[in-house]
């Protein structure tokens, strides 16, 4: 099992930037390839970004690429997500998630495939 806690979540005036973090407890950080996901209110869960086990892969959601970069310490068991030209569309409550596999190269969007969710970090981008 692994244990997610987000944080870095703020009020953001558009066009500024952010980095959330999630650290994880538990199990070996480097046994899982995570995620970070958003949802924001009246709407459903949305993919936002994905690495793989050995971090050299990621994959974004077509409204964040670009604006967004995810990256991992597998030493200090840290998720960091860097946000920047943020936009009010990108206000949501974000998750880091966790899903254990074999190959340390795979990612994968489907938040079905993903075992273990932290609580969420608030993102506001409001002027």
């Known amino acids: 099992q692994v244990h997610l806690v987000e944080s870095g979540g703020a009020l953001v005036q558009p066009g500024g930037s952010l980095r959330l973090s999630c650290a994880a407890s538990?199990?070996?950080?480097?046994?899982?390839?995570m995620a970070w996901f958003r949802q924001a209110p009246g709407k459903e869960r949305e993919f936002v970004a994905a690495?793989?086990?050995?971090?050299?892969?990621?994959s974004y959601a077509d409204s964040v690429k670009g604006r967004f970069t995810l990256s991992r310490d597998n030493a200090k068991n840290t998720l960091y997500l860097q946000m920047i030209s943020l936009k009010p569309e990108d206000t949501a409550v974000y998750y880091c998630?966790?899903?254990?596999?074999?190959?340390?190269?795979?990612?994968?969007?489907?938040?079905?495939?993903?075992?273990?969710w932290g609580q969420g970090t608030q993102v506001t981008v409001s002027s």
């Open positions: 998630a966790a899903s254990s596999g074999s190959d340390p190269h795979y990612t994968t969007r489907r938040g079905a495939d993903y075992d273990y």
């Open positions: 690495i793989s086990r050995s971090g050299r892969r990621t």
């Open positions: 538990g199990d070996r950080f480097s046994n899982y390839r």
